[in-house]
T-cell receptor, first 109, second 118 residues
Framework: GQQLNQSPQSMFIQEGEDVSMNCTSSSIFNTWLWYKQEPGEGPVLLIA?????ELTSNGRLTAQFGITRKDSFLNISASIPSDVGIYFC?????????FGKGTSLLVTP | DTGVSQDPRHKITKRGQNVTFRCDPISEHNRLYWYRQTLGQGPEFLTYFQNEAQLEKSRLLSDRFSAERPKGSFSTLEIQRTEQGDSAMYLC????????????????FGPGTRLLVL
């Protein structure tokens, strides 16, 4: 599948800090998805983006679909310990989802 | 409202043995997907079904792997003659594909079956 470059690979932050992560590709996509995976569980959809330039929020999470349609950003404001997990960007290739390698987030109280 | 369920959650087997995993999708979802996830990677697509028909298979799905969805509801994934390289988390997802609707419907994932081949 298409390669998605996700960064940073990991983040170690203190509770209350804001977090930013991004995902880029050399190809254009019509949908960008952000999933969160906690240890021992499957990925859970956080935000879906369907339009270039779109900015969508889900509580403390905000994601943007890049204007070029080749990238997306996820921001988490005022992080809390339960934000711990791996955050994956994903794109839809028609039937299969193609995932990035994830950003591992650790939050200390 | 139950989500996607998978059984077993964990499986330890010896190299060369056969294993079978089961996935129960969200009821009324007509599409079912299998993915594999190894440490430090995102899930990778293996195969998917629309109702009982298997429509796509990834190159990752070697001849030792077979998936079925006989009645268009639950699905099984069998790995024959397991190898150590098969050790991974096997994830199932389901979605509702509406005829004439947007092709990019939301996929909901199960908790996965973690396989360890010794």
């Amino acid at each position: 599948g298409q390669q998605l470059n996700q960064s940073p690979q990991s983040m170690f932050i203190q509770e209350g800090e804001d977090v930013s992560m991004n995902c880029t590709s050399s190809s254009i996509f019509n949908t960008w998805l952000w999933y969160k995976q906690e240890p021992g569980e499957g990925p859970v959809l956080l935000i879906a983006l369907y339009k270039a330039g779109e900015l969508t929020s889900n509580g403390r999470l905000t994601a943007q679909f890049g204007i070029t349609r080749k990238d997306s950003f996820l921001n988490i404001s005022a992080s809390i310990p339960s934000d711990v997990g791996i955050y994956f960007c994903a794109v839809n290739s028609g039937y299969a989802l193609n995932f990035g390698k994830g950003t591992s987030l650790l939050v200390t109280p | 409202d139950t989500g996607v369920s998978q059984d077993p959650r964990h499986k330890i087997t010896k190299r060369g043995q056969n294993v079978t995993f089961r996935c129960d999708p969200i009821s009324e979802h007509n599409r079912l997907y299998w993915y594999r996830q190894t440490l430090g990677q995102g899930p990778e697509f293996l195969t998917y079904f629309q109702n009982e028909a298997q429509l796509e298979k990834s190159r990752l799905l070697s001849d030792r792997f077979s998936a079925e969805r006989p009645k268009g509801s639950f699905s099984t994934l069998e790995i024959q003659r397991t190898e150590q390289g098969d050790s991974a988390m096997y994830l199932c997802a389901s979605s509702l594909r509406v005829i004439g609707g947007d092709a990019e419907e939301t996929q909901y994932f199960g908790p996965g079956t973690r396989l360890l081949v010794l």
